[in-house]
């Protein structure tokens, strides 16, 4: 059965464009073609959500191009769910990236922005390469991805406008099913083993009340007073945990202008930092690549529903390499050690699921 998958994915892929994605806790593939490639901008989101389509918009709006493709969708359900779990990565040498010194750097300068309180939370990140063509094994990396992170959004995406990238965010950025909107605040990181509420340090939970604060602030100018608030409560993504509270309110608060709240929501602290703009023009100004659609948003749209993830725990690959992003926020409580140690587990899930997939081409 498994084989069936992994031709119906190769076959997807051999296509100019596509999109595949499964939504978290859902059995179903989805296998879309790519009709069209609109440029857009928060300003005519609205326009195309009655349409069947796919966006995909960047971290930085003002360096890189948001996109809406339309889509034909196949559904392809397949018989065996029960995935096996993965082995850890064995084999590191084939990595590299930023060095520690580089990223030293980085957090030395971040940290001196929060000692000023010129912000007082920013999220700085790195790139992972892997020095191989993962191309052909795409097909097997996605199915590992779903394997492991089945409360994820895991989705590959190929146009010529983008590139390749592949991901397995556990973030919603905004959900609409139903006539309901979601949101989550979702900050903070632990390994899988240590996930009990009462194991998580003040850093943490401060990182996570940050993002929370934003929303709660957000919610209230935008006037909409009945939204309800869960938790925080601890969540597993793939091999780590976090911090989550989700936000519910009803559609009718953003109707017609969804496109505009999404703009005043995305970056949220879990991805930019507070302040948004000082943090944003620090980014710019400290991290050495440009994170293109990693910390950005995509999803599928379609007239029953709008599911966007923020595009974290994600991966660009060409013939050449691939480049893996991986991020983390930092506060005055930040420790540098930690904080690189974190941008490690963050990518054991990709690299996992590459090491797991080079072993069954092997095989
Ligand atoms: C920025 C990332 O994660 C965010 C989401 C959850 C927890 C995070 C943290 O603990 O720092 C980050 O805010 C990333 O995975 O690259």
Redesign the pocket.
Known sequence: METNIISELNKHLQKESCIIYRLPRDGKLMFCSIKRSIEVTHKDFDHYLDLQGFFLFPFDTTSEKAWWFETNVNQFEPENKSFPKLTAVQNETVICGNTFETYTQQFKKMAKALEEETVQKV?L?RRIQVEQNLIPHLAKIYLNLCRTASNAFVYLLNTPQTGIWIGASP?ILLDKTDDTVTTVS????RRVYDSEMDKWGGK?QE?QQMVSNYIDELLTRSKINNYKKIGPSVVKAGNVT?LKTLYSFPYSNIENKTGEFIEQLHPTP??CGEPKEKAMQLIRDTESHKREY??GFLGPVNRDGLHLFVN??CMKTNQKHSTI?????LTRRSVLQEEWD?TIL?SHMMLSAIEQSLQQSQA
Do not use: N, V
């Open positions: 999220i990140s973030e979702l900050a903070g990181t943490e990182e976090h879990a991805l990693y910390g974290i725990r992003f991986a991020g983390g926020g974190e963050k």
